[in-house]
Nanobody, 125 residues
Framework: QVQLVESGGGSVQAGGSLRLSCAAS????????MGWFRQAPGKEREVVAA???????FYADSVKGRFTISQDNAKNTVALQMNSLKPEDTAMYYC???????????????????WGQGTRVTVSS
């Protein structure tokens, strides 16, 4: 049973930073793609970033240069460092996972099989 548990959300002022973490358990695939998605109130869920098991990273244009995704294989965790936060970054953030490389479908929500419960991020102006 694959489980993904997010942590690290909270409230911060614009320009501040937060670090989200996703702890994965029960995952046995050697090759995988781990992603972070977010859903703001009244909006559809959108991709934020993804990382391959080989360390390749992918970012949405809206967060390039501000967010960094990383992984700690020893701890089975994926982190999302968020800097220079803006009010428009306010959302529920979800960790997701799937078997196989991210490739050119890293941003497709429908391709991810496993999801966490989410952690809320609120950025005030």
């Amino acid at each position: 049973q694959v489980q993904l548990v997010e942590s690290g959300g909270g409230s911060v002022q614009a320009g501040g930073s937060l670090r989200l973490s996703c702890a994965a358990s029960g995952y046995t695939h050697i090759n995988y793609c781990m992603g972070w998605f977010r859903q703001a109130p009244g909006k559809e869920r959108e991709v934020v970033a993804a990382i391959d098991s080989d360390g390749s990273t992918f970012y949405a244009d809206s967060v390039k240069g501000r967010f960094t995704i990383s992984q700690d294989n020893a701890k089975n965790t994926v982190a999302l460092q968020m800097n220079s936060l803006k009010p428009e970054d306010t959302a529920m953030y979800y960790c997701a996972a799937r078997a196989g490389a991210c490739s050119d479908t890293w941003d497709l929500e429908s391709r991810y099989n496993y999801w966490g419960q989410g952690t809320r991020v609120t950025v005030s102006s």
